[in-house]
Nanobody, 127 residues
Framework: EVQLQASGGGLVQAGGSLRLSCAASGFTFDDYAIGWFRQAPGKEREGVSCISSSDGSTYYADSVKGRFTISSDNAKNTVSLQMNSLKPEDTAVYYC????????????????????WGQGTLVTVSS
């Protein structure tokens, strides 16, 4: 069973930075997508960013392009999300998500796929 252990998050002022990390374990396939979704109170879930283990291809939501950077260490099965220039609208619970296959065929692109979710970590950006 896939297990995801997320860390990071917290409270930061607008314009500040935070880094989220997630470690994945318990899987056997080599080709996977891993990244982050978020959900703010009263809002729909949003796919924030994804990275493919096979070729390092990435996905970013328009709302975070140019501010967030995703990276991974395949040897350690970890993924990180560096969040810069944070805005109050980035406030949400962030979830580490894992799927078999690359990002472009995944739920980040709206496909109905099987995915695994870690526990959420709260990011709060004050104005």
């Amino acid at each position: 069973e896939v297990q995801l252990q997320a860390s990071g998050g917290g409270l930061v002022q607008a314009g500040g930075s935070l880094r989220l990390s997630c470690a994945a374990s318990g899987f056997t396939f080599d080709d996977y997508a891993i990244g982050w979704f978020r959900q703010a109170p009263g809002k729909e879930r949003e796919g924030v960013s994804c990275i493919s283990s096979s070729d390092g291809s990435t996905y970013y939501a328009d709302s975070v392009k140019g501010r967030f950077t995703i990276s991974s260490d395949n040897a350690k099965n970890t993924v990180s999300l560096q969040m810069n220039s944070l805005k109050p609208e980035d406030t949400a619970v962030y979830y580490c998500v894992f799927e078999e296959g690359p990002c472009y065929g995944s739920s980040w692109y709206g496909h109905d796929t099987d995915d695994y979710w870690g526990q959420g970590t709260l990011v709060t950006v004050s104005s």
